[in-house]
């Protein structure tokens, strides 16, 4: 159920797929400059937020697939398995490790973002989906 106007509707269309793009953009160029899975988290979840806007809470949730609370809890797991590689090769704590496809500062970026993403949509959803009745 379209819940915005006729732009925001066509705006939407048009950005949530261009801000998913350039949120990984983001997230992957966040290595070597500025930027990573913090922002990245960011732009993700203003692109599901604006989704809300138009389409409303139960299609966002659809779109996802995930409750943005699990992404929450994906995320501190990475995170934590970004740390453990170090440790077990009995380095300092959070020492970035290098692998051939895969890097230890790549799994924290990603953790980050998926705990962003979750954040940010738990608050927004669940601020929309208030009973209207309450007021």
Same mark, same amino acid.
């Given at each position: 159920m379209k819940t915005g106007t006729l732009i925001l509707s066509v705006a @939407?269309?048009?950005? $949530?797929?261009?801000?998913?793009?350039?949120?990984?953009?983001?997230?992957?160029?966040?290595?070597?400059?500025?930027?990573?899975?913090?922002? @990245?988290?960011?732009? $993700?979840a203003g692109a599901f937020a604006l989704h809300q806007f138009v389409y409303g809470p139960a299609a966002t949730r659809r779109l996802l697939r995930v409750d943005p609370r699990d992404c929450i809890g994906f995320g501190l797991v990475l995170g934590v398995v970004s740390a453990l590689p170090a440790w077990l090769a009995g380095e300092a704590f959070m020492t970035a490790q290098w692998w051939p496809v895969l890097n230890t500062p790549l799994i924290f970026d990603v953790g980050v973002?998926?705990?962003?993403?979750?954040?940010?949509?738990?608050?927004?959803i669940t601020l929309t989906e208030v009973d209207k009745d309450d007021y």
């Open positions: @939407a269309r048009m950005l $949530v797929p261009l801000q998913v793009l350039f949120s990984i953009f983001l997230l992957l160029r966040g290595h070597n400059e500025p930027g990573g899975g913090f922002i @990245a988290g960011l732009v $993700v973002y998926l705990v962003v993403l979750g954040s940010v949509l738990t608050a927004v």
